[in-house]
């Protein structure tokens, strides 16, 4: 996957927000890329090399296919793609949660495709400058070419976790849900100081910029479809009304 | 003030928690340090020069007084001193709030001191590599020292902030109080994920580990003492609570 000898491989690409546009620059150098965005008819395209729009059936008959739709729409996407895959070839997906769209693949998907789940632990905003050093998770779902994935990634200079999906949407319960829900809270008090600052002041609000602009699927996802999410929200409102009688004794 | 022809000037740090430590290893080399900690009796002293316990009244009796002790403690502190300190002496505090030990200072000690209010916006944790490049707020209380001050701090490589009392806790109610109640919440979840971790949680935690240690009298200060703590504390509290609300429907 990706190699010198496999410089041809297609790749096809469905979806074109604001993360599959990161994948594309990311992986515009080492695959022919197809996009399709069935959100998106009238896309421009950055100018990248090896990329161009196309439609669901050619996406989806390229030799490694990602879905980067939001999480909510994969189960329509596979049913729909399902008869247009290739024999063998290897799908992926890159959602915020992981129990669900892999459960979703491997029941939706036909038998003959290879399935690795995938969790890029950073966006547009954090990778802005390129991904080496960030984080990626990797689930296997199906066949053993996560291990390709993941020398890939390496490749590529991304951290590479390999875990169940189980394991990825415990964590990121607690990791995501609850910088989600800070931010969310906190975007909501309006304008943040930027003045008589300290430290940690600043850190917490770079931490929010980062996360301000994500789309609400993205939230949807993090809060809704990650079955522990709700679980640590409760423990986190637990605790701040707990502080909150404290405080106002 | 701390000018090499003022070098001999003596400066009383009355409270040598943590923040008064910090404060003699910054101070040490502008000035001969007389350091009293009415709570600590046999406080062992780091290897500082112009440095050596006293007593209270000779802490007092210098030409600059620093007043190290927890905001809460401070009206009790002045009275106590008020007959010791010497006509013309500067009188600084160095409290998490201004608000409030800026009225004390005012109403207790003697007229002829002159008083500066300032919060240094770092700590132990921010500062553990040297002061230079943090922020510090300077409020003028009596007389015009408070352009020395604010000179001497510049020279220390410090960002100086010059603005009131209340201005200053009016902007700090947001940028402490809501890192402390964030940080308090998210410390009593227990251990943070360190493995599945995203930019944004990154920062979030080393916020929280730049503030975990704090004592108790510092989130008391900020989050008490403060009289605009309160209404952003309920803002907080009421976001978080229309967010879950929003998300459990």
Chains 1, 2 share one sequence.
Do not use: W
């Not at 950073?122 to 291990?147: L, M, T």
């Not at 990121?172 to 003045?195: C, F, N, S, Y």
């Not at 609000?205 to 993090?222: G, K, Y």
């Amino acid at each position: 996957m990706g190699s010198r000898r496999e410089k041809t491989q297609t790749l096809g690409l469905i979806g074109f927000g604001a993360f599959g546009q990161l994948a594309a620059r990311t992986l515009a150098a080492h695959f022919d890329i197809r996009v399709c965005d069935p959100a998106r008819a009238h896309t421009t395209l950055p100018c990248g090399r090896s990329l161009r729009m196309t439609t669901l059936e050619d996406a989806a008959g390229c030799d490694v296919v990602v879905l980067a739709v939001p999480v909510a729409r994969l189960r329509h996407l596979c049913g729909v793609i399902a008869p247009m895959l290739r024999k063998g070839a290897l799908v992926l997906d890159v959602g915020s949660v992981k129990v669900l769209p892999v459960r979703v693949m491997r029941e939706v998907l036909p038998a003959d495709v290879d399935i690795v789940g995938t969790h890029p632990l950073f966006g547009p905003q954090s990778a802005a400058s390129g991904v080496q050093g960030h984080k990626i998770v990797v689930c296997p779902v199906r066949g053993d070419r996560h291990r390709q994935v993941a020398a890939f990634l390496r490749h590529l200079g991304l951290q590479v976790i390999t875990d169940t999906a189980d394991a990825h949407d415990r964590e990121l319960a607690v990791v995501q849900g609850l910088t989600h829900l800070i931010a969310k809270v906190l975007v909501g008090l309006g304008p943040l100081p930027d003045r008589m600052t300290t430290a940690s002041f600043d850190l917490l609000r770079e931490a929010v910029d980062m996360v301000r602009d994500d789309p609400p699927t993205v939230l949807h996802a993090i809060e809704v479809s990650n079955p522990y999410a709700a679980t640590v929200r409760e423990a986190f409102f637990t605790g701040a009304s707990e502080l909150q009688q404290r405080l106002d004794m």
